[in-house]
């Protein structure tokens, strides 16, 4: 025999949620109750009662001690043991004999599977069913409204009001409800039709400052690819040192080795007492550039120990061979003109271009 104590009764209506007293519930496992209620045919957890889970507080029908439970007949109407219950709540005006039939069977059907039907009956060319056979089917009564008003709201008729009017409209119109959010993690759309709201970021400081952030890095990332593409159409243009310069006029220049030109040009200007030349600084080991030790008297590279003397010959260290002399000559003007394009070499155990013409300036 089926247990009607209050206490049985309410836990029938709770199904998988936690008696009270109980701590607050989160949307997910709300969602994952109304889902299950859903599926099962149920009654759904009505605005009031989705609020109170969330707060933490009892629903309107229930108590700690289980005294306003809901009526017998409610309840009856909730689980769906008592056919007999449900086909007398169920209107008998505008109802066929063939809906009649499926309603004395007690089973209620789902919402879905009312929308099935009537696509069917679209098809067949038979008429679609109209308000009060989908609420029959339903298994809901058919004026929810006619309650008293003092008494607390229950849990059933509510779901009921929101099931049938939903039901009614996918049955008329064919069309499937929109949904506004983003659905709870791990339920379907439908959750969110049946009252539970989805919950975004909250509009705080932290996070408006995490979206300009969030939009800066996007704009940043297209500026640097809008220069990017556009530095692309640009020509690449080589600037290259000069090749030819002067140097002044050989009067000013003393016996021995001047460094003055040798960041700008990277050249020595040597003077000895019957000729000017220029050498052209640049090691012939590796290519780096050696330092002028006066006190030495001899050129000495940084990078691998090659020796020269005065004037750029080689006396130690890896330097397979002289440094190379630049062409000079006099220009109009009476001073001497340089061309570091063209110089003149001694390579090793071959004859010298050392007193080639334009290798030096007599004096």
Request: aromatic share 8%.
């Amino acid at each position: 025999m089926a247990d009607d104590s209050p206490k049985s009764v309410v836990n029938s209506f709770l199904e998988h949620l936690p008696p009270w007293p109980r701590k607050a519930l989160s949307n997910s496992l709300i969602a994952m109750e109304q889902t299950y209620r859903q599926r099962e045919g149920l009654p759904l957890l009505t605005d009031a009662d989705i609020e109170a889970l969330k707060a933490g507080q009892p629903m309107l029908w229930e108590s700690g001690d289980a005294a306003s439970a809901p009526a017998p007949a409610a309840t009856a109407a909730a689980l769906g043991s008592a056919g007999s219950a449900a086909a007398t709540s169920a209107p008998s005006a505008g109802i066929s004999e063939e809906v009649a039939k499926w309603v004395a069977t007690g089973k209620k059907w789902s919402k879905s599977a009312i929308a099935a039907e009537q696509a069917g009956r679209g098809r067949k060319g038979l008429p679609a069913l109209n308000d009060a056979e989908i609420t029959a089917l339903l298994g809901e009564p058919a004026t929810p409204a006619a309650a008293p008003a003092a008494s607390a709201p229950r849990p059933a008729a509510a779901a009921a009001t929101v099931t049938a009017s939903a039901a009614a409209s996918v049955a008329r119109s064919g069309e499937p409800t929109k949904y506004v959010g983003t659905p709870a993690v791990g339920t379907s759309k439908a959750v969110a039709g049946v009252g539970v709201a989805s919950v975004g970021p909250e509009n705080n400081e932290i996070n408006r400052q995490r979206r300009r952030l969030v939009w800066s890095t996007v704009a940043a990332f297209l500026a640097a690819w809008f220069l990017a593409f556009f530095r692309f159409f640009l020509p690449r243009t080589l600037f290259e040192p000069v090749t030819s310069f002067k140097i002044g006029y050989a009067e000013e220049y003393d016996l021995g080795v001047e460094t003055k030109w040798q960041q700008k040009y990277r050249i020595w200007v040597d003077r000895t007492p019957d000729r000017l030349f220029v050498i052209y600084a640049r090691c012939t080991h590796l290519g780096c550039t050696p330092d002028w030790k006066p006190s030495e008297d001899k050129f000495k590279c940084p990078c691998h120990g090659s020796g020269y003397d005065s004037e750029g010959v080689n006396f130690e260290g890896p330097a397979p061979r002289p440094m190379d002399r630049a062409h000079i000559e006099r220009s109009p003007d009476g001073q001497i003109l340089v061309d570091v394009s063209r110089l003149y070499q001694w390579p090793k155990g071959q004859p010298s271009q050392f007193n080639d013409d334009g290798s030096y300036l007599s004096v």
